[in-house]
Each structure stands twice: as C-alpha cells, then as structure tokens.
C-alpha cells in the first residue's frame, strides 16, 4: 500500500479554519484519498474521500493537488469536538491501512 | 439501524485462556474486518472478510483465528491469550463493488486487558 506522511500534531484556536495537510508523493493512479477521525475512546468515523477533484461535505473539504501527490483536509471553522487524531490514508481495494494520523487540539 | 456492534466492551483475560470477540452488522456490507489499536498508534488489521466463507488474513494475525458464516456475523478467536493481546480491538464493515470509494464504518470497540 502507498504511504502518507502527515504532522505528528497541530492546533487550532476554536472557530478558526484548520488546513490538515498529508503527502502522497507514491500514490497510484486508481488509489482513492479517503480521511477518517477518531474522537477519544472511539472508533474512527469517515471524513470525507476523493479522487482527482477537490470535494466538499457537511463535515469538511478536501482540496487535491493537481499532481495528486498531496492532499489537505480543510474543517471551516474548528468547534472543541473536531478535538482527535486524522489519519490519511490511501484506498485501492476494500482495505484501510492506518498510519499514526495528526493529533488535532482545538483551543477555546 | 444500529450499525456495527461489538461486545463485550470490556474484558480482562488470564493468559492462556481463549475467548471470541463479537461482531455483527445490519448493513448487508459484504466486507468486515477486524484491526487492533495499541496505546498511541493507529489501527492494524487483523483479518477482513469480503464475503460469508471467505476469510483473508492482514497485516497482523498471529494469535488470532476468524470465520464467517453469515454476512452480518464476523466473530475474532483469541485461542491462547497473551499479554501482546492487550490493545482495543475495532470491527469495521462496507460494500465491497466500488471498494476504492466506499467508506467504512466502525465499531464502538473492545478493551481488552490479558494479564
């Protein structure tokens, strides 16, 4: 499976806009981008995926490289439960491999 | 629907003892898997299943056994415990026509200690 490197950690201050980013540079043509999130004690939940375009949903954006050797989650305006680890991950077939994912904290 | 469950949430083991993790979905999704997560890491898979009768094994199934003979019930085998069990097992479910873009969807969990 194709690699991603994202940021260990970032933070964000409550309301403000957060640019996750996450780099691809072996990604395969058929690979899909898919984001999940895992909240404290929970199992991770699905963000959003894309392909080439960048595409939106009521959760977040996701903005594609033009190359598709990069990618960045956008969450509009962060709130204290977008508080959790996102993990990038590349999808070719049914399955998921994790990575460690960006430890995301969001200030009040 | 109430997606996919998992029980129990909690167990603690003595090592060697043997014990099944529960897993089921009403989705209809043809493909299930099982991952562990151990204490600051992310999620490595166990086995998946894309369909009843059809078990695979992933990145880390030593230790472990599954099986699946419906398409709701995917359970996880632990035949003799040990102590590099302990870790918080996930089960996760989707469709497998259109693999690449189909979300998953998780389970709660199960925390399981063997001492």
């Known amino acids: 499976d194709a690699k991603t490197t994202q940021p260990n950690s970032m933070e964000s201050n409550e309301e403000e806009p957060v640019h996750l980013p996450c780099n691809h540079s072996?990604?395969?043509?058929?690979?899909?981008i898919h984001w999940y999130r895992q909240l404290p004690s929970q199992g991770p939940e699905y963000v959003i995926h894309?392909?080439?375009s960048n595409v939106n949903n009521r959760m977040a954006s996701l903005a594609i490289a033009e190359d598709r050797k990069s990618s960045t989650l956008i969450l509009h305006r962060a709130t204290l439960r977008d508080a959790a680890v996102y993990y990038c991950?590349?999808?070719?077939?049914?399955?998921?491999?994790f990575g460690e994912g960006t430890q995301l904290t969001v200030n009040p | 629907n109430a997606g996919v469950t998992q029980t129990p949430k909690f167990q603690v083991l003595k090592t060697g003892q043997s014990m099944t993790l529960q897993c089921a979905q009403d989705?209809?999704?043809?493909?299930m898997s099982w991952y562990r997560q151990d204490p600051g890491m992310g999620l490595r898979l166990i086995h998946y299943?894309?369909?009843?009768?059809?078990?695979d094994q992933g990145e880390v199934p030593n230790g472990y056994n599954v099986s699946r003979s419906t398409t709701e019930d995917f359970p996880l085998r632990l035949l003799s415990a040990a102590p590099s069990q302990t870790s918080v097992y996930f089960c996760?479910?989707?469709?497998?026509?259109?693999?690449?873009?189909?979300?998953?969807?998780f389970g709660p969990g199960t925390r399981l200690t063997v001492l």
């Open positions: 996760a479910s989707s469709w497998v026509s259109g693999s690449s873009y189909n979300e998953q969807f």
């Open positions: 072996t990604i395969s043509g058929t690979d899909y």
């Open positions: 894309g392909l080439t």
């Open positions: 991950i590349l999808k070719g077939g049914s399955r998921l491999t």
């Open positions: 989705m209809n999704h043809e493909y």
């Open positions: 299943s894309v369909g009843a009768g059809i078990t």
